[in-house]
């Protein structure tokens, strides 16, 4: 089994989050909110691997936008592109390089199951279309919500839920997700 590490650590939130209040979250724990269009947040990202090596900050930008008929929430980035998630599920239905073109797309969207909860398993049954030769692949996820717990990051210290999913691919990603904050990952 391959792991791979590509710890993203939350340095800032935008201030349009905070305006929002987002601060205090839902009433539903583990439910996801939508961040306000226009917010931004600061990762300390680090990875190595099929997606080359970096170690630096990267800034994304969220924005709502209509995409092939469908309504999208775009997260970009100078240095990694933009990914595309449902408005409903907050699940990725596409990806995009620094150059603006579609990567991948994903049928149904992948993501979490919301909402989260200690000890919730799911398994996402997907198809993954490689654009650059338009190659399709079956995809499985296996996901767990293993702890939540407190994650203190440059950004402050928040309650997220420590995630671990392995794809058919081999893949297995630990990821912290404060959802209740409209952030799938903050570590």
Aim: with cysteine; charged share 15%.
């Amino acid at each position: 089994m391959k792991t791979i590490s590509r710890p993203l650590t939350l340095l800032a939130l935008g201030a349009g989050l905070l305006a929002a209040g987002c601060a205090t979250g839902p009433a539903t724990p583990g439910s996801m909110v939508s961040l306000p269009d226009g917010s931004q947040t600061v990762y300390h990202r680090k990875s190595s691997g099929s997606y080359g090596n970096f170690d630096g900050q990267v800034q994304w930008t969220q924005r709502a936008m209509d995409w092939q008929g469908r309504k999208v929430v775009a997260n970009t980035s100078a240095q990694f592109g933009a990914s595309y998630f449902d408005v409903a599920t907050h699940g990725m239905v596409a990806s995009f390089n620094a150059n603006g073109q579609q990567t991948y797309a994903y049928d149904p969207p992948v993501g979490f199951v919301f909402p989260l909860e200690v000890g919730k398993a799911w398994v996402g049954e997907h198809k993954m279309t490689a654009l650059r030769n338009n190659q399709v692949v079956p995809m499985t996820v296996n996901y767990k919500v293993e702890t939540l717990e407190d994650v203190s990051v440059p950004a402050g210290t928040y309650k997220a839920y420590k995630v671990v999913f392995t794809d058919s691919f081999g893949e297995t990603t630990t990821q912290w997700s404060a959802p209740q904050l409209g952030l799938s990952t903050i570590k």
